[in-house]
Each structure stands twice: as structure tokens, then as C-alpha cells.
């Protein structure tokens, strides 16, 4: 399985970024799609994940701001990120799920300014 993550960038206090996460590959069993994000110094934490049946969750401190939303046809999940805050700054994985292993993609960094 790959992923192929984009959409990450530099942007101010309280604008919006929308990252995408393509998977390709043996993923047949893939059963659901996540972000996740590691600031540095920290550990990887759970922004958001989704299932293929639409089940959402998310980290409390991105509620209301984000919405992860996944396209099954295309294999794609997508976070969009508004009114983004400083403490947002981190690389953002995506990770996917399937029966018998878990896969990362390879990081795409967003950074907030203040």
C-alpha cells in the first residue's frame, strides 16, 4: 500500500489548509484512514480518523475546526483545517488501516504563524 499526501503549506492564525491523502496498492481490505500529526519534540498524536462507513473521530482540541471526509471510490481522505492556530504547527501523516497491517504516508509539514 501507498499514500500519497499533499496540501500541507505555511499559512496565518485562523486561515484554512485542506490536505489529501491518496492509497493505492493491495488495499482491498482497507477498512478506514486517519491523520495524524508530530510537532517536534512530541510525540505522534491522533488528529482525526474515519472509517469507510463514515464513522468519524477526532482529537478534542480539533473539534469544530476540522473535518476529515474520505472519498471510498477514490480511495482518499481529505482534512480540512480552519481557523488554524499556531499550536497546529506539525508534520501531518496519514495513515492507512487494513486487515493485517497499518501503512503511513510521508509526512507533509504545515505551519501556522502567528
Known amino acids: 500500500v501507498q499514500l500519497q499526501a499533499s496540501g500541507g503549506g505555511l499559512v496565518q492564525a485562523g486561515g484554512s489548509l485542506r490536505l489529501s491523502c491518496a492509497a493505492s496498492g493491495n488495499i482491498f481490505r482497507l477498512y478506514a484512514m486517519g491523520w495524524y500529526r508530530q510537532a517536534p519534540g512530541k510525540q505522534r498524536e491522533l488528529v482525526a480518523t474515519i472509517t469507510r462507513g463514515g464513522s468519524t473521530n477526532y482529537k478534542d482540541s480539533v473539534k469544530g475546526r476540522f473535518t476529515i471526509s474520505g472519498d471510498n471510490a477514490k480511495n482518499t481522505v481529505y482534512l480540512q483545517m480552519n481557523s488554524l492556530k499556531p499550536e497546529d504547527t506539525a508534520v501531518y501523516y496519514c495513515?492507512?488501516?487494513?486487515?493485517?497491517?497499518?501503512?503511513w504516508g510521508q509526512g507533509t509539514q504545515v505551519t501556522v504563524s502567528s
Open positions: 495513515k492507512a488501516n487494513t486487515v493485517g497491517a497499518d501503512y
